[in-house]
């Protein structure tokens, strides 16, 4: 009996172990975009203190500029986020096919949202908004817009290569309905990716 | 036959097979031969066997009384509870994908039936259409307060519920939250220094 309680107990606390612990990809990702954290920070308050040392200047472009193409892009992205939660949601029903064509949704919307952010870019050196200090007419909006908005354009196109690979695997069956940290730890990236330009587009677009 | 004092490493193959071909099959044995070599088997047994064998037929009668039975049911449970443990438990994404994350939404304590990520996306287009208006209907900085509160309201919904953190394990709320806490206060320091000289 006293062996039994012994057994009982160690049982436990292993269980309790186990519920406490915690997935070292994931950890791992978290600590990845901790970093990420710091770098769009870094830009996002280099532009703020633009905005709040030239609000002559970001008006100024903001009247220029319009919102229609960004908005648009914008919903592209929300929507590939929640494209990339509903593929999750489909390997937890273990459909690795529905992961798939939602990852595959997520990808596409991914490449038309860089494909936009040129055309967008194109439109706006026409508007004399450029890198060099200059030839930009708006006294260095330029490279407080172009920097954190083509780093996270990279990071797009990062993930769009992440997705396909995540895809490729699924379809190899990689994943299954007790597996799918992998799955996951991607879609850390792409929310990440999303929640940075839910905040570029307010500060930038919209203040 | 082979022989008997013959060791069996020493036995042949084909005295081996004479050997099995020998021994009678299970259903070959004609009825009581088996009682009767027990018999056998006991008669030239010793005290301490002998003793060995009562005890067992004893516990074989109290276990039909009602106090083995309590005991062996309690302890049936006991290993039963342990058995359910030992079944894997839910991971913390199998909780979400079961509670949380499931084909529909509940709100202020009632269910729709639409699932949680699209009702999220939903919040979130709405959300996006509503900055999107007061940017262009309100022209004074009064709007900035209202837009970023919104922008933080629609990054809270992706990281709590497309990013998990709502249910995850606490030690990433906190991994996201130093650094931002760290970066927010070197931000609103720099934001004092003053923008022009004396």
């Known amino acids: 009996m006293t062996e039994l309680s012994l057994e009982h107990a160690q049982h436990t606390a292993d269980l309790q172990r186990e519920a406490l612990s915690i997935d070292n990809q994931k950890f791992a990702m978290w600590l990845y975009l901790a970093s990420e954290v710091v770098i769009f920070t870094v830009f996002i308050i280099v532009y703020v203190i633009f905005r709040i040392n030239q609000p002559e200047e970001v008006k100024g472009v903001h009247e220029d500029v319009g919102l229609l193409l960004v908005t648009f892009n914008t919903f592209l992205l929300l929507t590939s986020s929640w494209a990339m939660v509903m593929g999750l949601r489909q390997i937890?029903?273990?459909?690795?096919?529905?992961?798939?064509?939602?990852?595959?949704?997520?990808?596409?919307?991914?490449?038309?949202?860089?494909?936009?952010?040129?055309?967008?870019?194109?439109?706006?050196?026409?508007?004399?908004?450029?890198?060099?200090?200059?030839?930009?007419?708006?006294?260095?909006?330029?490279?407080?817009?172009?920097?954190?908005?083509a780093f996270h354009g990279a990071h797009v196109i990062i993930g769009v290569i992440w997705c396909l690979e995540v895809m490729r695997r699924a379809s190899k069956g990689r994943y299954s309905a007790r597996n799918y940290v992998g799955v996951e730890v991607f879609g850390l990236y792409w929310h990440f990716v999303d929640v940075v330009w839910i905040l570029l587009f307010t500060l930038i677009y919209l203040v | 036959m082979a022989d008997e004092n013959k060791t069996p490493q020493e036995l042949t193959d084909a005295e081996i097979e004479a050997v099995a071909h020998s021994v009678p099959k299970a259903d070959e044995y004609p009825k009581g031969q088996g009682e009767e070599l027990a018999k056998e088997l006991t008669s030239d047994s010793t005290g301490l066997e002998e003793a060995a064998v009562a005890g067992l037929q004893k516990t074989e009668e109290l276990s039909e009384k009602a106090i083995p039975k309590a005991w062996d049911a309690g302890i049936s449970g006991i290993q039963d509870a342990i058995e359910s443990f030992g079944t894997k438990p839910q991971t913390p994404h199998e909780a979400l994908a079961s509670e949380h994350h499931g084909d529909t939404t509940v709100l202020f304590g009632k269910?729709?039936?639409?699932?949680?990520?699209?009702?999220?996306?939903?919040?979130?287009?709405?959300?996006?259409?509503?900055?999107?208006?007061?940017?262009?209907?309100?022209?004074?900085?009064?709007?900035?307060?209202?837009?970023?509160?919104?922008?933080?309201?629609?990054?809270?919904?992706?990281?709590?519920?497309?990013?998990?953190?709502?249910?995850?394990?606490?030690?990433?709320?906190?991994?996201?939250?130093?650094?931002?806490?760290?970066?927010?206060?070197?931000a609103l320091f720099l934001l004092a220094v003053p923008t022009t000289g004396y």
């Open chain 1, 92 to 149: 937890q029903k273990s459909n690795p096919r529905g992961l798939i064509q939602w990852l595959g949704v997520t990808a596409v919307l991914g490449v038309i949202f860089v494909g936009l952010q040129y055309v967008e870019y194109n439109e706006l050196s026409h508007l004399s908004i450029t890198l060099s200090r200059t030839t930009d007419g708006f006294g260095g909006f330029g490279t407080r817009f172009y920097t954190p908005t």
């Open chain 2, 111 to 186: 269910e729709y039936p639409v699932p949680l990520y699209t009702a999220v996306f939903g919040a979130l287009a709405a959300l996006t259409l509503l900055e999107v208006l007061i940017a262009e209907i309100i022209t004074s900085d009064v709007k900035i307060p209202f837009l970023i509160g919104i922008a933080v309201a629609k990054a809270l919904l992706v990281v709590l519920f497309y990013m998990h953190l709502r249910d995850d394990n606490r030690i990433f709320a906190l991994v996201l939250a130093v650094p931002l806490g760290i970066a927010t206060l070197s």
